[in-house]
């Protein structure tokens, strides 16, 4: 029924030299496009900074290198089932990790207390009526 006016000659003129200098620009201006590639850090120096921490997780070595945490994840995975690292406490979802140093440190330090504190620990004595 109807549809767009037609232009005028001089609005055609117009877009007609707009369009001849606009696609040896655009050929030019085209975005490059990049591969994405990940580049894991070094083992030792992950390792490194998990021996001057308590604990690991995912996170903190995801923000701490700039990776993303399913890779942060398999690295603390690999790491452990070399056994430079000790998963302490962990799910599905989140694992904490410890230096393997820091964990045999610290349960020799728990049977240490444990006796003691047997020893100390007094029998109850039964109240008479």
């Known amino acids: 029924m109807g549809g767009p006016k037609k232009p005028t000659l001089s609005q055609a003129e117009k877009k007609q030299t707009k369009t001849q200098q606009k696609p040896s620009e655009k050929k030019e201006s085209a975005p490059q ?9 070094e083992e030792r120096d992950v390792i490194n900074y998990i021996r001057s921490m308590k604990y690991a997780t995912p996170y903190l070595i995801s923000e701490k290198y700039g990776i993303r945490l399913s890779v942060a994840k398999s690295l603390l995975n690999s790491l452990a089932s070399k056994g430079l690292i000790v998963p302490v406490v962990g ?8 230096p393997a140093q820091a ?8 049977e240490v207390t444990k006796p003691s504190e047997s020893a100390e620990a007094k029998p109850k004595s039964k109240r008479k009526k």
């Not at 799910?91 to 410890?98: C, G, T, V």
């Open 33 to 41: 496009k990049y591969t994405g590639s990940i580049t894991l850090p």
């Open 91 to 98: 799910d599905n979802r989140l694992r904490i990790f410890a």
């Open 103 to 110: 964990t045999v440190e610290s349960v020799k330090a728990s």
